[in-house]
């Protein structure tokens, strides 16, 4: 079963704009981590935040975490067509190796 | 090579057949894993290897999965007896310790 769960389930901007996607998770975590899935394709480490971190940015990418209340957003920034893609978040379920994954977010961006 | 390698890319399966997936990580990786994803879904865990030992199968659906890497290295991911609900891609990923983890294309499977 999945604990993740992202929000929205999909998304669709025009580009140049910026997007915002949500991951909810239940359990203790070491780390969470997004990827990125293009259609028919292998999954795409983007960024891994531990959980002694707020925020972490890397190119147009931004993340926060809120350990409090389980929650994580990815920003991407300036979005551009080739980043349409599903993004999903992942966690290592209490320490342990596995990666739990929620159900992902189908973002689009409109040329 | 430079990823991780998975075959074939697709397969297709009469109900009943047994099937074996192949995965080459990267050199060096210790860690292993498999995930099944359905359509439209994200990856499900299926089990979990450091080298060669497998130290986590708790996601494999039914005995009809198996998964071995008997030299730390290459991972072969057998399905005995398909069934129509096994139709999934197949994913593979390694890493090093604490770190991300870089995924195969994928192994489509259709059982017919």
């Known amino acids: 079963s999945q604990q993740g769960e992202e929000d929205p389930q999909a998304l669709s901007i025009q580009e140049g704009e910026n997007a915002t996607m949500n991951c909810s998770y239940k359990?203790?975590?070491?780390?969470l981590q997004w990827y990125r899935q293009n259609s028919g394709r292998g999954l795409v480490h983007l960024i891994l935040i531990r959980s002694n971190e707020r925020e972490k940015h890397s190119g147009r990418l931004r993340v926060t975490l809120d350990t409090s209340k389980k929650s994580s957003s990815l920003l991407i920034t300036a979005s551009r067509a080739a980043d349409t893609a599903s993004y999903f978040c992942?966690?290592?379920?209490?320490?342990?190796?596995?990666?739990?994954f929620g159900q992902g977010t189908r973002l689009t961006i409109n040329p | 090579g430079a990823g991780v390698s998975q075959s074939p890319r697709y397969k297709v399966a009469k109900r009943g057949q047994d099937v074996a997936l192949r995965c080459d990580p990267i050199s060096g990786h210790v860690s292993l894993f498999w995930y099944q994803q359905a359509l439209g879904q994200g990856p499900e865990f299926l089990t979990y290897?450091?080298?060669?030992?497998?130290?986590?199968k708790s996601g494999l659906p039914s005995d009809r999965f198996f998964a071995e890497r008997p030299e730390g290295s290459v991972s072969t991911l057998k399905i005995q007896r398909t069934q129509q609900e096994d139709s999934a891609v197949y994913l593979c990923?390694?890493?090093?310790?604490?770190?991300?983890?870089?995924f195969g294309q994928g192994t489509r499977l259709t059982v017919v």
């Open positions: 359990t203790s975590i070491n780390n």
């Open positions: 290897f450091q080298n060669e030992a497998q130290l986590d």
């Open positions: 990923a390694s890493s090093l310790p604490r770190a991300g983890a870089f």
């Open positions: 992942a966690t290592d379920d209490k320490g342990a190796q596995k990666l739990v």
